[in-house]
């Protein structure tokens, strides 16, 4: 076996024998191929064998043959060749191996961008009503919460968690003075409310990247026996997300303090879920959260 180096410890090129003493070049190559520092190492069989024998190197890693008795200046040209080809090999696998690094940070940064201004936005809207800071960051996570414990998948989950964030969105488009109202709603003033669905809808529809985004902000207010808004539709005719939402938005509710009430104790947040179990809210989605409810005897998921 013969190494051949540029610079006199970096290895470039390893011509070897087939016929050695002690053993052959095919037990050689086995050995060089399984250690870490040498397996990439290009290596020329020489040999004097029939086709047979270079068919077997090939397949034991060798990257070309040269003949015995060989030319020594067609022999240093194939050597010129391989090192070449052995260097592009190398550059490329380099170069792949960067733009493989450089897209995957690119991507986690249009990722964590992507949720900040989702976040943004979310805020944005809670600055309007000033009995709601939060709420949609909670509501994600309980919706999380559910869908996780549904066994749905992580994508299912992330996807949930920005729908969540976004249901609220169409309150941007309510008066002020409709949104921090204290005292009762008029009737008008009611519609102009729940008119938030429609708009948030229409906001989220353009973003194509996301399809089906826009359904938690418009249909979290259907109930499923058919009573809700805006469109009345009931069971699983509502989208599968919307439920989960509707459940999540309700704890929220009713586990946070309003203008109207303060936060309500935990075994009455249940007894609600349990009561609108089939009529406001899927029952599957209801147990889940009661399932929730029950694993947070200190009232700690809240908040």
């Known amino acids: 076996m013969k190494l051949l180096s540029s610079d006199g410890n970096h290895t470039d090129l390893i011509l070897l024998d087939i016929h050695m003493p002690d053993e052959d070049g095919f037990d050689v190559i086995k050995k060089l191929k399984a250690d870490s520092k040498l397996k990439d190492i290009p290596v ?7 086709q047979n024998a270079e068919t077997e190197g090939f397949k034991a890693g060798a990257m070309d043959f040269i003949r015995k008795p060989f030319i020594p200046d067609i022999m240093l040209q194939r050597i010129g060749r391989i090192l070449e080809l052995h260097r592009l ?5 380099e170069e792949v191996k960067r733009q493989t690094k450089y897209a995957e940070e690119c991507k986690e940064r249009m990722e964590r961008l992507s949720r900040e201004t989702v976040l943004s936005l979310a805020k944005a809207v809670e600055a309007k009503d000033k009995y709601t800071n939060g709420h949609s960051e909670r509501v994600a996570r309980y919706a999380r919460l559910i869908a996780e414990k549904a066994g749905m998948s992580e994508t299912d989950q992330n996807d949930i968690y920005i729908i969540g964030l976004l249901h609220d969105i169409g309150k941007i488009g309510i008066p002020d003075t409709v949104l921090n109202k204290t005292s009762r709603l008029t009737d008008e003033e009611f519609a102009v409310i729940k008119t938030h669905t429609m708009i948030g809808a229409d906001i989220l529809k353009s973003i194509t990247e996301m399809p089906g985004i826009e359904q938690g902000a418009r249909w979290h207010h259907e109930r499923y026996d058919g009573n809700g808004y805006p469109d009345g539709i009931k069971g699983e005719d509502i989208p599968e997300f919307a439920r989960i939402i509707c459940v999540a938005d309700a704890y929220d509710a009713m586990t946070s303090t309003r203008s109207y009430r303060d936060t309500l104790p935990q075994e009455k947040v249940r007894a609600e879920i349990v009561r609108c179990s089939g009529t406001q809210f899927d029952p599957k989605f209801a147990d889940i959260m009661v399932q929730l409810i029950d694993n947070d005897p ?5 908040g």
């Open 44 to 50: 020329i069989f020489l040999t004097d064998d029939d």
């Open 89 to 93: 090999q190398t550059n490329l696998a």
């Open 298 to 302: 200190d009232y700690k998921m809240r």
